[in-house]
C-alpha cells in the first residue's frame, strides 16, 4: 500500500494534459484541450481535458476522472498499480508494505500475466545475449538482417532456445505460477500434464501496448530443417491480448506519429525494425493480418493520415486492398505507396537513410481511390463486365466515406480516370449510400461546432452508484446525487451567515447547511457512499484550507474519488462571445437559492415515495382488515401529506433542476 503523502505528491506532479497526450493527441480549444475518445470508436473529438482541474471527460460515453482514473481505465490497472505507474513516470519515490500471502493470491490476473511476460521477454533477451546459442543462432539471424545493436536493444529482441521447456523450467523455479505460463500462451500443456514452450528455437519479438508493457510474443522460426514448422507463431488471445486491437510499434511510434501528422503502416516485424533504424520511426505494423476496426481506432487517435506501404506483391495488395475500406470508413486521409519491384520496407530501408526514405515516399504516393481505380483497371482490362464490377467495387469505397466534400471530391476524379460522366457515379453512390443507411451504417459527419455554443449532454454518472436496494423509484436519488455533487464542487463556501449566541455572525458552509437541515428532519442519503462523503466532509470542513473536491478527488478510496471527478467537472461551458456581452452569475453568488431548492427537492421525493407505498399498503386487505394497523398508516399518511404541503410552498412555481 502507498502511504497518503505519497498519493498527494503523485497527484500534484501528475499533469493530466501530459499524461492523456501520450495515449491521445489532444488539441487547445480555449482553457482546455479536446481529443478522440480512447475508450469508444468517434469521429468527432468529445473527450475534453481540464487541466486547471487536473481532469478529463467524454461528453459522448462518460467515462473520465483525474489522471489516475484515466491510466486506470486506459491500462486496466488497479488503483495502487495506477498511481505506481505515475510514479515510475514522475520519478517519485514511494515505498510499501510487503503484501500477504493472501494478498499476493488474489492480485489480478491481468497484473500476473504481465508480469511473467515481463520475466519472459527478460529471460530471452539474456538468452540472445549470453548463452552459446543464442549467439550463434539468434544473434547472427539479427545481423544478418542488418540491426544495430540499439535496434535490438530498443525493441528487446530475444531468442528462444531450442529445447522442450527451457523457459517453463526456469519460470517454475523462480517461483512463476504454471497456469500463467499457459494463460499467456508462453507454453502450452500436455495431456500428460507437462509444459511445452511455444517458442522454442525461435527469434522472439515483444509486442508491446501503448504504455510499453509486454502483452503478446512473435516468433520466428530459425534453421533449415524445421521447414514443415510454421515460419511465424503468435502468442494466441487472452485476457490481456486481442491481436485485432494491438498494433506492432505503436508504443516507439506514438511521439513520432504525432509530431509528422502521419503514420506509415507496413506488414511486418522487422519493417518496422528497419524503418526505425534509417531514421523513419512513425511507423507500425498490422503483424501480418488484414487491419482490423480496433487496430484503426488505436492509430486514429493520434494521427487522420495514413501511408500504407506496398512491396511488389500484387497478389498481397489485392488482398489487403478490401480491408482498407475500413480506413475510409473512419473519415481517415490514406496514401498509398508501392516500392520498387524486389523490395519490402525492410530491404528498402536498409538501402536509404530517413532524407531518402522520405523523399521517395513523397514523389511515389497516391491517393488510395486512385491507386485502387488504377489498380482494378489494369485487372479488368478491356471486359466490360469486369469493367463494371470494378465501377461497383470503387462506389462501394467512395459510398462509406463520412464527408460528402470528399466523396464529390472523389466521384469526380474517379469519373475522369473512368471516362464516365460524374453525374451517373454520383448517383450510384447516393444508392449505395442508402443502402448503408438501411442497414444501420455510420450516419453522415456533422461538422463540430464551437466550443460552448452548443451545450454538451451530461451522462449520468449515477447510474455506476445507484444502490441496488430493490427500491423502485429514482427520484429522490437523483437529488440525492445532485446534493452530493454541490458538496464536491462548493461544500467549504459560505452559504449563510447568522447571529451567534456570543454576538457577531457566524458563518455557516454548504456542508453545514446540508448536515443541518437532513439532521433537523432525521434524513440521512440511502447510498452508503453518499453518506461516507457527507460525514467525511463535516469532519474535516473547519479544517484550515480544506477544499471539497480536492480532497474527495485525490481520495484514498478509488470509488469515491471516481465519484468525485466526474461530479467535479462543469456541465455547460459558455462561449466567449456570450461571457463578454452577457453579465454571467457565477454558481457560488447563487447558493443560498439553489442548495435549499434541492434539499426541499430531496426532502419531496422521499415523502412522495413514501405516500405511493402508503398507498399500495391501503389496497392491501390484510391492513385494511387490522384496525389498528389502518389507523397507524393513515396518521402516517395524514402527517405526510401535510409535510409535503409545507415543502411544496417551498418550492414555490419554478422549474426544478434535473
Known sequence: MIDQATIDRILDAAQIAD????????????????????????????????????????????KGGNVVHFIMEHEQLSYYEALKYLARKYHI?????????EEKLAQNIRESMFVINQFARDHF?????????????????????????????????????????????????????????????????????????????????PVHTLSGKVVAFGGRILGADNKKLAKYVNSPE??????????????????????????FLVEGYTDVISMHQSGVENVVSSSGTSLTSGQIRLIHRFTNNITVIYDGDMAGI???????????????????????????????????NATDFQAYISAHEVDFI????????????????????????????????????????????????????????????????????????????????????????????????IPQDGRDGREFYQFELQIIQTIIRYGE????????????????????????????????FHNPLHRTILAEATEHVRNGGFMAQQYFIKHPDPVIGKLAAELAGNRYELSKIFSKT????????????????????????????????????????????????CKSVMLRHKELHKALQVLVKKEGDRIVLK
Do not use: W
Not at 240 to 252: D, M, W
Open 19 to 62: 499524461v492523456v497526450s501520450e495515449f491521445v493527441t489532444l488539441r487547445k480549444r480555449g482553457m482546455n484541450y479536446v481529443g478522440l475518445c480512447p475508450f469508444h470508436n468517434e469521429k468527432t473529438p468529445s473527450f475534453s481535458v481540464s487541466p486547471s482541474k487536473g481532469l478529463c471527460k467524454c461528453f459522448s460515453c462518460g
Open 93 to 101: 519515490e514511494f515505498k510499501e508494505r510487503e503484501l500477504t500471502n
Open 125 to 205: 533477451r539474456s538468452i540472445l545475449r549470453n548463452h552459446v546459442e543464442g549467439r550463434s543462432v539468434g544473434m547472427v539471424y539479427f545481423r544478418q538482417r542488418g540491426f544495430r545493436d540499439d535496434m535490438i536493444e530498443k525493441f528487446q529482441l530475444g531468442y528462444g532456445l531450442d529445447e522442450r521447456d527451457a523457459l517453463a523450467q526456469e519460470a517454475l523455479r523462480k517461483g512463476y505460477r504454471k497456469e500463467f505460463l499457459v494463460k499467456t500462451g508462453l507454453c502450452y500443456e500436455t495431456d500428460d500434464g507437462k509444459l511445452i514452450d511455444r517458442f522454442r528455437g525461435r527469434v522472439l519479438f
Open 238 to 263: 487472452s485476457e490481456i491480448y486481442h491481436k485485432s486491437s494491438e498494433l506492432y510499434g505503436i508504443f516507439f511510434a506514438k511521439q513520432a506519429i504525432v509530431k509528422q501528422d502521419r503514420c
Open 318 to 352: 489485392k488482398a489487403s486492398v478490401r480491408g482498407i475500406d475500413m480506413l475510409l470508413e473512419e473519415g481517415m486521409n490514406i496514401k498509398v505507396v508501392l516500392l520498387p519491384d524486389g523490395d519490402d520496407p525492410d530491404s528498402f530501408a536498409r538501402k536509404h
Open 370 to 465: 486512385r491507386f485502387k481505380t488504377n489498380l482494378l483497371l489494369d485487372e479488368s482490362g478491356k471486359d466490360p463486365i469486369k469493367r463494371a464490377e470494378l465501377i461497383g467495387d470503387l462506389v462501394k469505397s467512395i459510398a462509406i466515406i463520412p464527408e460528402a466534400i470528399v466523396r464529390d471530391v472523389y466521384a469526380k476524379e474517379c469519373g475522369q480516370l473512368l471516362h464516365l460522366e460524374q453525374k451517373l457515379l454520383v448517383r450510384e453512390i447516393a444508392k449505395q449510400r442508402e443502402k448503408l443507411l438501411e442497414k444501420g451504417a455510420k450516419p453522415e459527419r456533422v461538422s463540430e461546432p464551437e466550443a460552448g455554443n452548443v451545450p454538451l449532454p451530461d451522462p449520468d454518472p449515477y447510474q455506476t452508484f
Open 493 to 524: 463556501k459560505i452559504i449563510f451567515k447568522v447571529s451567534g449566541e456570543a454576538g457577531g455572525e457566524v458563518s455557516i458552509t454548504v456542508i453545514e447547511y446540508i448536515d443541518h437541515e437532513l439532521k433537523e428532519d432525521n434524513l440521512s
Open 582 to 629: 452577457q453579465k454571467v452569475v457565477a454558481d457560488e453568488e447563487r447558493l443560498h437559492e439553489f442548495v435549499p431548492m434541492f434539499i426541499t427537492n430531496f426532502k419531496s421525493a422521499i415523502i412522495r415515495e413514501e405516500l405511493v407505498h402508503i398507498a399500495r399498503k391501503l389496497q392491501d386487505s390484510s391492513v385494511m382488515n387490522d384496525p389498528e394497523q
